[in-house]
């Protein structure tokens, strides 16, 4: 701290002239800086330098801004998240549901090749309308007169017999289906091949099998098809399954009650069933709204005349006779 | 040797009161920011020993025009009367106690305030908002503070050495 000289005066004189050159100086660059242009080109050769330092000022609001930022960022990406999971969740469930289409398809197809087999022509119509009421249980198809539907096909979806068709209008036509109180379908078990009829009680997955004899060889579990009887339903589709068996009032019957195998409160589409027509053309069958399906024109020999006759007819024909 | 030890600071404070000075603010708060470079060129001039004088001001006013954009020469000038003034009163300064230092540098930053308005004026330069004449009472507060923070940066490393 004692180290602090007294200047002398001629350091004072020195000094005061050292301050007027410097002030000088600066007025001039002022001056230059201010009036001329010249200096600006080394002005921007010493920004350049200056990049660094600016830079540096600049760091602190960048950094906070940058905070801030990601504050936010961590706001959204938390709120993406949440919205992500709940369109994943969607996805998901629309994804199960895809599946069980794409199952559902595939037993349609099976059917398809399976009716193929036995010579029958099957139409896909979807349904328009459904009706399950206790007393009434109908559907509406997008399909009527128009499409070749007449009263009295069968009905069925991937599981089984869903019922037949009562009525149609140019575009529409009606199906009773199983389940309606007013419906019967003769069929048999396919263990014992026992023939009873189940009728329809007004409930979707339910089935009444009334008045079976004591003695008849039927158990719960069984599985009953179509017998055929009657002409209205052809052979060997399935309807439903024996949930319980009891006896009635009277103890002389039992009275089953039987799951429907077909799906009639789900689904979109149907297959009418057309009984002794011959396949289509493919070609023919696609242009008529006739689900394709993989089989050949003519199929080994017991192809009967009619059918090879639609067959080998062109296509517009065999479209135009329903 | 022992300004070897400290001759970090000198460089170290000048850019930061170069950054402090460069430092975005908000609006508001503009008028108030203290004109740090004058801090501490005043402190290396009165504490210095006597090596810091007017070129040494000069220059660093002249890289303040640089990094601040001002007019090349402006704040060299305004640094140099600074540093002038006060090598002319150092040695009554250096044993002041420190809030009288305070309140010359006070006067200091006001008289250069004055002299900024005179360039301003003789230049033909829009003159600062009034609220501007505030920052010399900050920046008057700001050296207690600030004078024995550089002190003991500066004297720490001579007692460590």
Known sequence: MSYSPAAPRSGDVAGTLRLLAFLAISVGLLVADHHGEWLSRARAQANVAMQPLWWLAGLPSRLGRNVREDAVTRGLLAEDNHRLRNELLVANARLARMQADAAENQRLRAMLDATDDGRMDVQLAPILDIDLDPTRQRLTLRAGSREGVHVGQSVIDAGGVLGQIIGTTPTTSTVLLLTDPDHAIPVEVVRTGVRLIVYGQGRADLLRLPNVPLSSDVEPGDVLVTSGLGGRFPPGFPVGRIATLAPDDSRAFLVGEVMPTAQIDRGRDVLLLREGRGPLPAVARRAAGWTAVGAGVARGGDVDPATAAAAAAPAAPAEAAP | ?161
């Open chain 2, 1 to 161: 040797m022992r300004r070897a030890r400290n001759s970090w600071v000198l460089p170290v404070s000048v850019l930061l009161a170069l950054l402090l000075g460069l430092l975005p603010l908000p609006e508001l708060l503009q008028p108030l920011r203290p004109y740090w470079l004058a801090l501490v060129v005043a402190y290396w001039v009165i504490e210095g020993e006597g090596r810091q004088g007017l070129g040494f001001a000069f220059g660093v006013g002249l890289l303040a025009d640089l990094a601040f954009g001002s007019l090349l020469g402006e704040q060299a000038m305004r640094l140099v009367i600074l540093a002038f003034i006060l090598q002319r009163f150092r040695n009554q300064l250096r044993f002041f106690p420190v809030p009288q230092q305070a309140l010359a540098i006070g006067g200091l930053l006001l008289n250069d305030r004055v002299v900024n308005a005179a360039v301003h004026l003789a230049m033909g330069i829009p003159q600062l908002p009034w609220s501007y004449w505030l920052a010399p009472l900050i920046g008057m507060l700001l050296w207690p503070p600030l004078f024995v923070l550089l002190d003991s940066l500066r004297l720490s490393r001579r007692k460590a050495g």
